[in-house]
C-alpha cells in the first residue's frame, strides 16, 4: 500500500515507535494485529506499516492510549 | 453536565481526560494534580530511571502540548481535600469549592511503610518520580543496600541495584520472592535469579528495628536478632489507597472506592485506576487492580460511563515485571495455590509460559521470557482446562 493511493484530502497518520521504551506488552498487536506485531525473542514492537489510512485510524490510537510504555506516537501525515 | 472534575493526573486521570475529549463532551475539565509534575509513567520508576538508563524527561505520558490541545485546565500541585457529595464540590488544599456535575477520583496509591518506620535519611520508598530520583543519588554513594519486601517493585528495586554493583540483601516475611504474585511453582524462579546475581535473601524475616548513625540508616535488625549493615534500606511492603480526603463523604470505601460494574461509585460520581475497587462483571467479584494497563483501560470505561455509556467494565488484567534479564508477563488474576500447567519450555528454563487452573477453569497464563508466545495464549483465560488439550493437540 503506498501513500499516493489515498485521496487528496485523506488524512493519513503517521507512526512512530519507541523500541528502547516498549516492555513487549503487546496491546497494540491485540488492538491493531494489522500495524503491529512483536519480535518473537524479546516481545519488542515492530511496525508492519508506518502510514495507515482512516479505516485503521481508531484502532492505532486506542493501541497509542492503552501501551503501557508510552512508545508509539502518531501524527498526522 | 457542563464540568467534570478528575481527581488525579496519572495514567487514569489523564486518559479518563482525554476520554472525555474523544466522546465529544464539550464542557468544563479539570484536573486536578496533586504532584509537582505533569502525569509521568511509573513502571519505569524502579528501573530504567533509578538505573541511569532512562531520563525523566522521558517519562510524560502525554506530550507537553496535550493539556492545552485538550482545553484541560490543569491544577498542578493542587490536592483535593474532601468532597461534598450533596453540594456537588471538591474542596481543594487552596481553600477553592471546586463545583462539578461529574466526578472522576483517580487519586491512586501511596507507598505503605513499615510500622514505626523513622523519617530517616537513607530510608526509602518508592512510588514518585522524586522518590526515584532521591533514592538513586542514595543508591549511587552506597555500598550495601537492604531492600524490605520481595514483591514486584522490591525485587525490581534489588535487581537494579545490584546491576548498580551494590551488595543487595532482600528481606521478606514469605518463604519465596514474590509467592503471592506468581504462586509456589513460579516463585522458586525469581529466587533463582535473585542468587545467581548474587543478591542475599532473608526469607521468612521481618525488619525488627532500624539503625541510625550520625543522623542517616547504618542497618537494620530482623526478628531472628541478625543484623544487616547497610547505607540505604527500600521499603517495598505495598501501597495504601488516597481515600482519606473521601472519608464521611457518603462515598463507600473499603481498601479503596466501592464502585459497581461501571465503575460508579455515587451519582455521577467514578473510581478509575489503582484507587477503585469495582465489581467485576465476569469474575463476579470484587477487585482493586494496581497494574498500569488498567488504570488506562479503566480510565477509558469511567469517561465514557459518565458520560452515559453504561458498559460494564470487564477487562482481562494484564501485569509485567522485569528483573535482570527476566520478563514476566500474565494475563488474568493468579491465586496462589492454583495448579500450574506448563505450555511450552521447561520451568527451569530460560524461557516458558505455563497456564493457572482453578475449579477446571483456566485463571490465568504466564510467560517468562515468551512475550509473543503469551500474548497469543492470553485467550485461554476464563476457558475450561480442556482447552489445553486441543492446544497441545494443534501443537503450539
Request: negative net charge; charged residues 25%.
Amino acid at each position: 500500500m503506498t501513500r499516493s493511493a489515498f485521496s487528496k484530502g485523506t488524512i493519513v497518520i503517521k507512526i512512530h515507535v519507541d523500541e528502547h521504551k516498549c516492555v513487549g506488552a503487546g496491546q497494540c498487536v491485540m488492538a491493531a494485529p494489522q500495524v503491529f506485531d512483536q519480535r518473537e525473542e524479546d516481545g519488542v514492537v515492530v511496525l508492519l506499516q508506518d502510514h495507515v489510512d482512516p479505516p485503521l485510524e481508531a484502532s492505532v490510537r486506542k493501541a497509542v492510549k492503552l501501551c503501557p510504555a508510552v512508545a508509539i506516537r502518531v501524527e498526522e501525515a | 453536565m457542563e464540568r467534570v472534575v478528575i481527581v488525579g493526573a496519572s495514567v487514569a486521570g489523564l486518559t479518563a481526560a482525554e476520554t472525555l475529549r474523544e466522546e465529544g463532551f464539550a464542557g468544563e475539565v479539570v484536573l486536578v494534580n496533586g504532584e509537582r509534575h505533569a502525569g509521568y509513567d511509573r513502571p519505569p520508576l524502579s528501573k530504567a530511571v533509578l538505573s541511569g538508563r532512562l531520563p525523566p524527561s522521558e517519562l510524560a505520558l502525554r506530550p507537553a502540548q496535550f493539556h492545552l490541545d485538550h482545553r484541560l485546565d490543569h491544577r498542578v500541585g493542587v490536592r483535593a481535600k474532601a468532597l461534598d457529595l450533596r453540594g456537588r464540590t471538591v474542596l481543594l488544599d487552596t481553600g477553592e469549592h471546586l463545583r462539578f456535575d461529574g466526578l472522576i477520583v483517580a487519586t491512586g496509591l501511596r507507598a505503605r511503610p513499615l510500622p514505626g518506620q523513622p523519617a530517616l535519611s537513607g530510608v526509602h520508598m518508592l512510588r514518585t518520580l522524586d522518590d526515584a530520583q532521591q533514592l538513586r543519588t542514595d543508591l549511587l554513594a552506597a555500598s550495601r543496600v537492604v531492600v524490605v519486601g520481595a514483591g514486584f517493585l522490591g525485587s525490581e528495586v534489588a535487581a537494579t541495584a545490584r546491576e548498580l554493583g551494590r551488595d543487595v540483601t532482600i528481606v521478606d516475611p514469605l518463604v519465596l520472592p514474590m509467592l503471592h504474585q506468581l504462586g509456589r511453582d513460579v516463585a522458586p524462579g525469581v529466587l533463582r535469579a535473585h542468587r545467581d546475581r548474587g543478591v542475599d535473601l532473608r526469607l521468612q524475616r521481618v525488619v525488627r528495628s532500624i539503625h541510625e548513625q550520625d543522623g542517616r540508616v547504618a542497618g537494620v535488625t530482623l526478628d531472628d536478632g541478625e543484623r544487616l549493615e547497610a547505607q540505604v534500606a527500600v521499603v517495598a511492603i505495598g501501597s495504601i489507597p488516597n481515600t482519606e480526603w473521601l472519608e464521611g463523604s457518603g462515598l463507600v470505601l473499603d481498601d479503596g472506592v466501592v464502585c459497581d460494574e461501571f465503575c460508579r461509585a455515587g451519582e455521577g460520581v467514578y473510581a478509575a485506576g489503582d484507587v477503585a475497587r469495582w465489581q467485576h462483571p465476569r469474575l463476579g467479584t470484587s477487585l482493586r487492580i494496581e497494574h498500569r494497563m488498567h488504570a488506562a483501560e479503566q480510565g477509558i470505561a469511567a469517561a465514557r460511563n459518565l458520560l452515559g455509556a453504561r458498559v460494564p467494565f470487564d477487562p482481562l488484567p494484564y501485569f509485567w515485571t522485569d528483573f535482570y534479564d527476566v520478563k514476566v508477563q500474565v494475563y488474568g488474576g493468579i491465586n496462589p495455590d492454583d495448579e500450574l500447567t506448563l505450555l511450552s519450555g521447561e520451568l527451569e528454563g530460560r524461557s516458558f509460559t505455563a497456564a493457572y487452573v482453578r475449579n477446571g477453569v483456566i485463571t490465568a497464563v504466564l510467560g517468562w521470557n515468551a512475550p509473543r508466545q503469551v500474548r497469543r495464549q492470553s485467550s485461554l483465560v476464563g476457558q475450561r482446562v480442556d482447552a489445553l488439550q486441543s492446544l497441545a493437540g494443534a501443537g503450539a
